[in-house]
């Protein structure tokens, strides 16, 4: 199993383009979801996924949309990139239900930078 | 609003010396709390959960619902302990991980 792949692993963009970061999971995972992590802030969650046909917001939302349209794809859309959005973003999976024993798989990242 | 702290950024230590990376919680739930480990070049891993109240590389971890903590502790550090440490909490839903701003573990020889 591949776990959860990403692409690309590097982005450069300029201010104002829009792009699509991919995720891809083989765990048949139901549970998928997008982090952005910056220095001392820790990883925080941008949308999530409980399900195909299934989006909600995370803690940071704007300027990003999602959808999944199947199981296994969980793309992050930027419509209109800004310097604020440089970062490493994560793509996550794990199982659906809520147990003390979850583990949520995480991608290698993408290193975005917006100029 | 569940939140997760960690208030050390940088925990600078030599091999043979006891490590402890501090978490600190707030949540109105009944929690459930990770430690999750991301390596030089390596992708983010679970470490270890409350639940399990198990020793993975010599690491546990108690959750002390008093205190609202959930402090990674290790007896002796050793060089390959140099890593990136996350603490998370799980809402009651299971919709929303939340990580801590993350903790800079570095084992001097």
């Known amino acids: 199993n591949a776990g959860v792949t990403q692409t690309p692993k590097f982005q450069v963009l300029k201010t104002g383009q829009s792009m699509t970061l991919q995720c891809a999971q083989d765990?048949?995972?139901?549970?998928m979801s997008w982090y952005r992590q910056d220095p001392g802030m820790g990883l925080r969650l941008i949308h999530y996924?409980?399900?195909?046909?299934?989006?909600d917001q995370g803690e940071v939302p704007n300027g990003y949309n999602v959808s999944r349209s199947t199981t296994e794809d969980f793309p992050l859309r930027l419509l209109s990139a800004a310097p604020s959005q440089t970062s490493v973003y994560f793509c996550?999976?794990?199982?659906?239900?809520?147990?003390?024993?979850?583990?949520?798989?995480f991608g290698p990242g993408t290193r975005l930078t917006v100029l | 609003a569940q939140r997760v702290t960690q208030p050390e950024k940088l925990l600078s230590v030599f091999k043979g010396a006891p490590v402890e990376l501090k978490c600190n919680y707030s949540y109105s739930g009944s929690p459930e709390l990770f430690w999750y480990v991301q390596y030089s070049r390596q992708r983010l891993q679970l470490l270890l959960r409350h639940i399990s109240r198990e020793s993975i590389k010599g690491f546990t971890a108690d959750l002390n619902k008093g205190e609202t903590s959930f402090h990674l502790k290790k007896p002796f550090a050793q060089e390959e302990d140099s890593a990136m440490y996350y603490c998370a909490l799980l809402d009651n839903a299971g919709n929303m991980l939340t990580f801590g701003g993350g903790t800079r573990l570095m084992v001097k020889p």
């Open positions: 765990m048949n995972h139901e549970y």
């Open positions: 996924s409980v399900g195909a046909g299934i989006t």
């Open positions: 996550a999976s794990r199982i659906l239900q809520r147990t003390p024993y979850n583990e949520q798989f």
